[in-house]
């Protein structure tokens, strides 16, 4: 699965520069590796390489010797414009100095004179803040990627000399051994990656996949946006939704390459949409055990947050840290939260949410690297049109409320977790009380007729879990409207994650309480035809 199937950040600087762009903003934190990039790129092309720094002034680093005192930003960009021959400038954290309107406009100034030249000038620096007087000059900003596999193994060879012969011996003789580390530490910084090597092996005396990995888990955290979320849930812990399991289960071995050798596009993505506590975040979760595949999940509400960046950084440091990461699953969860309203975004907040979501949207159309999108949202009025045209995600699945033979899954599946064989249960009894009940409230019901029994000695029992599921108010009884709003929704515009549809013949607890609904919510609909869609509901 080594595959690189992006560009990288070196092949696409020489692009530009090729193309004479003047000024390019790169940013990355990784300043040392993007100027060795960049030294390498100055010797291939034979380009004189000078980077500046408000301590050093110039320093020639490729094709040259030399230091240039220019310490003033004024003056550095002043040389950059009078400097002879085919030359690259890196300005190192120059973004501070772009508060003083003097320098912002000299930059300008050089951007124009650089075009007729051969020379292009780089800002580098750890975050993209560009002041709006500069925007149309700089001609291109690149986010530099994250170290790729090599690097990361050039880094793990690195600390090899470090560990006992006897352990590098056993690394070298099984060629999948260096291939797991290296995979265990991607989406790392270089500096990082390196760090967490020495710890590995300091405290194991070898490469230990389940340090590097924690490491990695703990440093993504931090990072505030995302979680590298460990496979607690088993596919098979999903009840129902057979249609949207199948098509999971199909793409399992998408993104290897006898897929890709046998013509298959890679999967981009999916939006699950639906009845709150149908299983939507728990398939999210499930797909990254059945995949064998790292599964990140952004919180989409830290991104606008303020918190951590500004929020276009930080849209696009995720988007970063998953290609490093790939093959990954990408999770979005509750989408609509990060995303509604973009459309009047630019009255409230200057556009910024509409931008991101741009970003978002675009990468989400683009990618071509292995990075599968699983976002899910309940509120689809809330969701921008834009998203949901075709070619963002490859299938819009919705998730209904579970009908009979559902439930006798969801029931299965919540007994057997909690250690009691079903068969020791009248599942149909269970299934008729529960009629349009979700797996959350189903689940909700198991616990408290579990707790019920523990309370009074004795153990679990069909009546306990017909009394417990009685006392629950389905919420489809609560939002009814907002369930029937979205099943019309879907009916024309998603395809129906499980298939199945049976009449119910008893009324559920709360029936007999509350009314039978004028329509039945679960237990209804004609049978789906070969595609599986429900044509009408
Ligand atoms: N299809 C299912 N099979 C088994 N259990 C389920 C299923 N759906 C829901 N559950 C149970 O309900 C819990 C909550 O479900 P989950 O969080 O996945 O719902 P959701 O669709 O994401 O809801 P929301 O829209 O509120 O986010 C799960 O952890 C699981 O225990
Ligand atoms: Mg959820």
Same mark, same amino acid.
Request: with cysteine; net charge neutral; proline share 5%.
């Given at each position: 699965m080594?595959?690189?199937?992006?560009?990288s950040?070196?092949s696409?600087?020489?692009?530009?520069?090729k193309?004479?762009?003047s000024?390019?903003w790169?940013?990355?934190?990784?300043?040392t590796?993007?100027?060795?990039?960049?030294?390498?790129?100055?010797?291939?092309?034979?380009?004189?390489l000078?980077? #500046?720094?408000?301590t050093?002034?110039f320093?020639t680093?490729?094709n +040259?010797q +030399?230091? %240039? &005192?220019?310490?003033?930003?004024?003056?550095a960009?002043?040389?950059?414009?009078?400097?002879?021959g085919?030359?690259? /400038?890196?300005?190192? &954290?120059?973004?501070?100095?772009?508060?003083e309107p003097? =320098?912002?406009r000299?930059? %300008?100034?050089?951007a124009?004179?650089?075009?007729?030249?051969?020379?292009?000038l780089?800002v580098?620096?750890?975050?993209?803040?560009?002041p709006p007087?500069?925007?149309?000059?700089?001609?291109?900003?690149?986010? #530099?990627?994250?170290?790729?596999?090599?690097?990361?193994?050039?880094?793990?060879?690195k600390? !090899?000399?470090?560990l006992?012969?006897?352990?590098?011996?056993?690394i070298e003789s099984?060629?999948?051994f260096m291939?797991?580390?290296?995979e265990?530490? $991607?989406?790392l910084?270089?500096?990082?990656?390196e760090?967490v090597?020495?710890?590995?092996a300091?405290?194991?005396?070898?490469?230990?996949l389940?340090?590097?990995?924690e490491?990695?888990?703990?440093?993504?955290r931090?990072?505030?946006?995302?979680?590298?979320y460990?496979?607690?849930?088993?596919f098979?812990?999903? +009840?129902g939704?057979e249609?949207?399991?199948?098509?999971?289960?199909?793409?399992?071995?998408? /993104?290897?390459?006898?897929?890709?050798?046998?013509?298959?596009?890679l999967?981009?993505?999916?939006?699950?949409?639906?009845?709150?506590?149908?299983?939507?975040s728990?398939?999210?979760?499930a797909?990254?055990?059945?995949?064998?595949?790292?599964?990140?999940r952004?919180?989409?509400?830290?991104?606008?947050a303020g918190?951590?960046?500004s929020?276009?950084?930080?849209?696009?440091s995720?988007i970063k840290t998953?290609?490093a990461i790939?093959?990954?699953?990408?999770?979005?969860?509750?989408?609509e939260k990060?995303f509604?309203g973009?459309?009047?975004?630019?009255?409230?907040?200057?556009?910024?949410?509409? %931008?991101?979501?741009?970003?978002?949207?675009?990468w989400?159309?683009e990618k071509?690297?292995?990075?599968f999108?699983?976002?899910?949202?309940?509120?689809v009025? @809330? $969701?921008?049109?834009?998203?949901?045209?075709? +070619?963002? /995600?490859?299938?819009?699945? /919705?998730c &209904?409320?579970p009908?009979?033979? &559902?439930r006798?899954?969801?029931i299965?599946i919540?007994?057997r977790?909690?250690?009691?064989?079903?068969?020791?249960?009248?599942l149909?009894k269970?299934v008729?009380?529960?009629?349009?009940?979700?797996? @959350?409230?189903?689940?909700?019901a =198991?616990i408290a007729? $579990?707790?019920?029994?523990?309370?009074?000695g004795?153990?679990?029992?069909t009546e306990g879990?017909?009394?417990t599921?009685n006392e629950?108010?389905p919420?489809?009884?609560?939002?009814?409207?907002?369930?029937?709003?979205?099943?019309e #929704?879907?009916r024309?515009?998603? %395809?129906?994650?499980?298939?199945?549809?049976?009449?119910?013949?008893k009324?559920a607890?709360? !029936?007999?309480?509350?009314?039978?609904?004028?329509?039945?919510l679960?237990?209804?609909?004609?049978?789906?035809?070969?595609?599986?869609?429900?044509?009408?509901?």
């Amino acid at each position: 699965m080594a595959t690189e199937h992006k560009r990288s950040s070196k092949s696409e600087i020489e692009d530009l520069i090729k193309a004479r762009y003047s000024l390019i903003w790169i940013t990355s934190p990784e300043e040392t590796r993007v100027e060795e990039s960049l030294r390498k790129l100055c010797v291939e092309r034979e380009m004189r390489l000078e980077v #500046w720094s408000i301590t050093e002034g110039f320093k020639t680093v490729a094709n +040259g010797q +030399g230091t %240039r &005192d220019v310490k003033d930003p004024m003056k550095a960009i002043d040389h950059v414009i009078r400097a002879e021959g085919r030359a690259l /400038f890196v300005l190192r &954290d120059f973004h501070p100095f772009l508060k003083e309107p003097a =320098v912002v406009r000299r930059l %300008r100034d050089a951007a124009h004179e650089l075009r007729k030249t051969k020379k292009s000038l780089l800002v580098l620096s750890p975050i993209t803040k560009i002041p709006p007087e500069l925007e149309k000059s700089i001609s291109a900003v690149l986010d #530099w990627d994250l170290p790729n596999r090599m690097e990361i193994e050039q880094a793990a060879r690195k600390v !090899m000399p470090n560990l006992p012969a006897a352990t590098q011996q056993v690394i070298e003789s099984d060629p999948t051994f260096m291939e797991r580390v290296v995979e265990s530490a $991607l989406g790392l910084t270089l500096v990082e990656a390196e760090n967490v090597f020495a710890k590995s092996a300091v405290r194991t005396h070898t490469f230990d996949l389940e340090t590097i990995l924690e490491e990695k888990k703990q440093i993504i955290r931090k990072s505030g946006l995302l979680e590298y979320y460990e496979h607690r849930e088993e596919f098979s812990d999903v +009840g129902g939704m057979e249609i949207l399991k199948d098509w999971l289960v199909k793409r399992r071995a998408a /993104f290897g390459s006898r897929a890709k050798d046998f013509g298959l596009p890679l999967p981009k993505g999916i939006l699950l949409i639906g009845v709150p506590g149908t299983g939507k975040s728990l398939t999210a979760k499930a797909v990254g055990a059945l995949w064998q595949m790292p599964l990140l999940r952004l919180d989409v509400g830290k991104i606008f947050a303020g918190l951590v960046g500004s929020s276009e950084e930080n849209v696009r440091s995720v988007i970063k840290t998953a290609e490093a990461i790939a093959p990954a699953i990408l999770w979005i969860d509750e989408l609509e939260k990060g995303f509604s309203g973009t459309q009047s975004s630019g009255s409230t907040d200057g556009g910024t949410t509409s %931008r991101v979501f741009g970003t978002f949207i675009t990468w989400l159309q683009e990618k071509t690297s292995p990075v599968f999108v699983i976002a899910t949202a309940n509120n689809v009025s @809330a $969701l921008p049109p834009e998203l949901l045209r075709k +070619g963002r /995600f490859d299938e819009i699945f /919705f998730c &209904d409320l579970p009908d009979r033979e &559902d439930r006798r899954q969801f029931i299965d599946i919540h007994l057997r977790k909690k250690k009691r064989d079903p068969g020791q249960f009248d599942l149909d009894k269970l299934v008729d009380a529960t009629i349009d009940y979700s797996g @959350a409230e189903l689940e909700q019901a =198991v616990i408290a007729a $579990l707790y019920d029994a523990f309370d009074t000695g004795g153990d679990l029992t069909t009546e306990g879990l017909q009394k417990t599921m009685n006392e629950i108010v389905p919420l489809a009884i609560t939002m009814r409207e907002m369930i029937d709003n979205m099943r019309e #929704w879907a009916r024309t515009r998603a %395809r129906m994650a499980s298939s199945r549809s049976k009449g119910n013949t008893k009324p559920a607890g709360w !029936m007999a309480r509350y009314g039978a609904p004028t329509a039945n919510l679960g237990d209804k609909g004609p049978e789906p035809d070969d595609d599986g869609r429900k044509l009408e509901l």
